[in-house]
């Protein structure tokens, strides 16, 4: 036994975060299903690091120092149970198997349950970055035990991006908590997505911009507030000219955006909770109307269109407006997001430190972001905070853009240019700022079909109004 951890699973993700613990100095016990990518992954970088390849899974674990350390990096869902089953009669007390792919956090609780029985440690690990990040450091969020972290952490905190000089890696909490964290990391991502897409869509109709200009204006932004991975590759995917038809890249590209789950589990899991995540969740739903063919089909030219052209006089002012808009709404959909956290770590005890979730995610991941300094420090300044719009920080800084935010979501009402996320978002903003809701109307109406009964304003107590006798006023 020479390895120092183990890699089973070696598609891309797996191979290049074996690669990733090889160049940090760590022998790497390999192993796939076939062994074919086993192999090539030696011939291909075999002069990289230390790995031991091996064929039979019972080869792989034995090749493992104690206590065993193995990534399991599969497709999700079953492979990854099949391979959980696969290892288990190797394995000893005290191992620890990290499950690195895209688990719904359902199923690291269950798996988590099922070894711990047995004396193993299951710590199931967010991984975010994409190809690139795992073989060059990824943000990391691994759950599970402590006891497992104090082994296993300082290796992954070693392969993972840095920021400052501070590692994109941290214990998150206990069972499905760094999967759920990764989750609403996607959503949150989703929701960023959404909002850039916005925004490109409000220069390009009201300035009549091509994409190389709205490019330059991602560029700059990007030296601002809202620097962030995101908001650099889209000025480098406006920029980008088909080299087939010598047009705008992004213009031959057709307009339907697909999703592989993580944005649904996580809309899902809002509503199972009661947290209004609503730019996640519009942010997922536009994604499904791009895609939903034969509703567009039937209304496209059919439905009435807004009938008054969008006539921007003072381009640079628009400008400054959908920036301003784009970061307040920006800041609604990730306080959603960490509002979720919080929420789901009260209900399966899971103590999420959000600071330290919003620091690994400034580097590695997809979401990286200059402003997730000022999310870290928030939570500083009040590890309870109940609402990330209420640090005094951003408040102030979503109130400079509140006018700018207005005149964007009614301009774009008027003109007809869907702004899903950016409407929601002020919605939201509106809505929680609220002295007073028209719930009280819903809640009256609740009593009167359903006798689900209604709290007063200038008393305590519940009550009950007889709608159909004397509507006189019963307690409860
Ligand atoms: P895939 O999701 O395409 O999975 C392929 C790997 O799974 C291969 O190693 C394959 O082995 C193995 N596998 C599939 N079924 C079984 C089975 N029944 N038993 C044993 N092994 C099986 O690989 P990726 O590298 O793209 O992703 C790995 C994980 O990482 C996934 O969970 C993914 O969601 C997650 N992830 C991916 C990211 C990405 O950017 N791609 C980013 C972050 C996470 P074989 O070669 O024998 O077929």
Redesign the pocket.
Known sequence: ATAQIGV????????NLARNFARNGYTVAIH???YA?TQSLVEDHGDEGTFVPSESVADFVASLERPRKVVV????G???D??ID?LLPFLEDGDIVVD????HFPDTIRRENALRARGLHFVGSG?????E??LLGPSIMPGGTRESYASLGPILEKISAKVDGVPCCTYVGPDGAGHFVKMVHNGIEYADMQLIAEAYDLLKQGLGASAAQIGEIFAEWNTGDLESFLIEITADVLAHVDPQTGAAFVDVVLDQAEQKGTGRWTVQNGLDLGVPITGIAEATFARALSGGSPQREAARGTLAAATTPWDVTDRDAFVEDVRLALFASKVVAYSQGFDQIAAASAEFGWDIDRGAMARVWRGGCIIRARFLNRITEAYERDQDLPLLLADPYFTEAVAAGVESWRRIVSGAALHGVPTPAFSSSLAYYDGVRADRLPAALIQAQRDFFGAHTYRRTDREGSFHTLWSGDRSEQPA
């Open positions: 089973t699973g070696l598609a891309v993700m797996g191979r796939n299903r076939s990518k990096m599969v497709k999700a079953a492979a990854t099949a391979v696969e690195a792919g895209n688990a991984v975010s970055g994409g190809e990040g795992a």
